[in-house]
Structures are given as C-alpha cells and as structure tokens.
C-alpha cells in the first residue's frame, strides 16, 4: 500500500510538470505570434503555427483584417498572459497594450505546438449618449394592454424640426437596442444619427415585452401585424403629430424581418420612405430554408448531413403547403413557436411590389458577409425588382455582417461571430444620414 501511494504522488508530480512545460511553451508562443501579428508577418504565422483544420477556416488575408481592425498604433507591452491546460490543449489569453488601444488575445494550443484558435478582439465598450443629443423615455401602445417602453433620441441643438426614423427589429423578441450577443445595434444608428441632425425612436418589441399574454390572447393566430406592424405604425404616427419632428420626413427604417415588412408599415402610416437593413423581398419561409442549408456544421457526418437536408426539404414542402390550407388548418402546424398562419399570412403580401408601388425614396443596404440574408439571393432580388428605379439606392457593404458590423475572425460567417464585441459601421450610419438630408424638404 505504501508504494502505490508513493507511485500515484510521483505520477502526479509528472503530470504537474508536463502541464506546466505545455503552459511556458505556449505562453511564449503566443507572445511569438503576438509580435509577428506587429510586424505584419500573417503569412509567416499561419505557415509556423495554424494546425490544418485553423488554416482552412482562417486564411491570412482574413487574419489581417481581425488584427488590423482591432488594433492600436503603437504596441506597449504585453500583459497578463494565463495559460490553462485541458485535455492535451493549452489555452492562452492576455492583454496587449498598445497607446490608443487594448486587444484581448485568446489562443489554443493543441500538443503538436500547432494554433487550433486564434481569436483577437477589443473588449466592448459601452456607448454613451452623445453630448450632441438627448433622450427621452416615451411609451409606444398600438393596442390597450400592450404598452412598450421606447426612447426617442433627439438632436440637442435646438435647431428642429428634425426629420426621423423608427427602428423596427428583426425576428423573434427584441428589446429597444436590439440586443444580441455582444451587439447593440439601434443603440449605435440612435447615437449616430442624432450626432447628424436625425431623431430616431426605437422601442422594445411586443413579443419580447408581452410574449406571454400575446400567446395567451392570440395563439396560433399571432401574425406579423400584431408582433410588429401595428407598433411600427403607431410609433411613425407619434413622430408625425410631435412638434419636434418634421412630419413629412419621418422614416421607417426596417432590420431583417423589420426590413421585409416596412414596405408593410409605410401603407398604414405614410411615411417619407424607407430604409431596408438586410431586409428581403423572399418569403420568409424560404429563407428560413436556405438557412437550414447553408448553416450545415461542416464537423457533422454524412449520415447526419443528409438528415438535416432531409428535415429541411420536409420543411420546405410543408411552408409551402399552407396557402393551399384555410387559416384554421394552417393554425394546427407550429413551427418553432410559429403556427403556419404566421407563414402564410405574410405570403399573403408581395413585398417587392408592394415597395415598388409605393413610389416613395428608399435605400437598401446589404453587408456582404451576410450569411442570414445573401447578396446573391436577397440583395440581387431587391436590384431586379428595383432596376429602372431612380428613388431607390442599393449598398452594399464588403466585410459588414447581417448586423452590419465588422465580419472577422476564423468564426467569419457563423452565429459564433456575433460574439466578438463590436458597433455599427461608422459609414452605414453616415451613408443613412447623408441620404436623409438629401431627400429632406
């Protein structure tokens, strides 16, 4: 008994000892990497130190755009490096310091000495309200019983009217910012454009405020308009009675979903024109599917690959059932907490026509890094609908991801993505303020 005990101290000791090595060798490879990151040596890097699963994923060009976006001038020190091992992986991270900046980088290590990660990002900072704006609490109630708390953003210069924008949300519960993940972006285009003369009034969404009295009320006979149009309408109607506000130049500016149904709002509320964020002109069911499809792990087997394919196809065929169905049959579905009425009363709207007819100035914007909604399937709709129109503009975005904020990092192109803090492209926001100002009265 003795010596087992002193045999399981010694292993032990030896595993202690090898953890250890691991954690020095990979501490002082990544500060290896961390300077050649400096010295702009991508290819070097990826050549030296990516494991072949980080090389397919991760090409130099795109580990130049991560370190060069986040980075600072000029490079301090390098600070606080930990290192932990876990299951014959070291992870690394620390702070890099430069004189206008702070980085986080994060590495993986596997036991050939070969990066199975690299993540670089500077830690979020909260925006404060511009000392060019203020704000103000205001309640938004389309419907008695469904009071939503919004704030209004305002100019602080005295100098109004001010022309506007509503911000309507995407899919599913969303509060007034549009949080998700490390992203705020209605708090961004608010700050932003109130800094260029625009008021812009967001709101918390229904569903995310009220989503269980809204199941309790309506049930699988919840649609859009009450989810998201009535509200959108209400608060473009608050705009255009309040004093501040030019009334003829209220706009409604539309995120995914939000985007798909401004065409939608604009025939309630008459607005001055629209803004469409990555919105569409598809179904929604369809884009659900290409989605289904696009986002296929690559790590899943053939066998669960065609099962996903298959479950995708099934869906497809079912979404596309339900206008052939009365709306108490389509009622009986529920997909992912949405009944098939939901689907088929928004295929009950031809939005690009509806857009077209409106005849008012509208801007499409698309990041081309969308992977939830393409440039080659959404953004090319709205160019074929739009061709021969002169009110409308269409931009398109290199880098800019469906949130329009920069796409980087070997997650580029995936939900994971969303994680790495960051706010909305400066000139997303700039190319809305000069289009505002020059279709102004």
Known sequence: MRKKYIFLIGLSLAIFSACSSQ??????????VIQQLQDEEYQQIEQEYFSE?????YPAAELQLSWEANRGTALDEINNLEAAAK?????VSGEVIFDDATVTVKTKWNEE????????????????????????????????GYPLSGKL??????????????????????????????YKPFQDIAYGLAENGIAVLRYDKRTFTHGAKMMEDLGPALTVKEETIDDAVEAARLLQADDRIQANQVY?????????????????????????????????????YDQQLDLIPENLSDKAKERVKEQAEAFKELTESFQDMSAEEAM??????????????????????????????ILVLQGEADFQVTMEKDFAA?????????QVTLKSYPNLNHIFILSQGENKGSVQEYQIPGHVDEKVITDISDWIIEHKN
Do not use: C
């Not at 699963?53 to 994923?57: D, I, N, V």
């Not at 953003?153 to 993940?181: H, N």
């Not at 579905?333 to 100035?361: R, T, V």
């Open 53 to 57: 699963a980080l090389l397919e994923k």
């Open 252 to 288: 409604i500016g539309g995120h995914s979903l939000g985007g798909m149904l401004a065409p939608r709002i604009d025939e309630e509320a008459d607005t001055a024109g629209m803004i469409l964020l990555a919105g569409s002109p598809r179904s929604l069911w369809e884009i659900m």
């Open 332 to 361: 009986e579905y529920d997909l992912s907490g949405m009944s098939g009425y939901y689907f088929q009363e928004m295929d009950q709207y031809d939005i690009g026509q509806i857009a077209l007819d409106s005849n008012k100035p």
């Open 153 to 182: 953003t305002l100019p602080d210069d005295g100098e109004g009217p001010f022309p506007a924008v509503v911000l309507v949300q995407g899919s599913g519960p969303s509060d007034m910012d549009e949080a998700i993940y490390s």
């Open 87 to 91: 299951e014959e992986k070291t992870t």
């Open 382 to 390: 709205w160019q074929s609908i739009f061709e021969n129109d002169p």
């Open 113 to 144: 000495e070969k990066l199975e990660s690299l993540q670089i990002e500077r830690p979020y900072e909260e925006l404060t309200l511009p000392g060019s704006a203020v704000e103000e609490e205001i309640t938004i109630e389309a419907e008695e």
């Open 23 to 32: 954690e020095s060798t990979a501490e002082e490879n990544t500060q290896k």
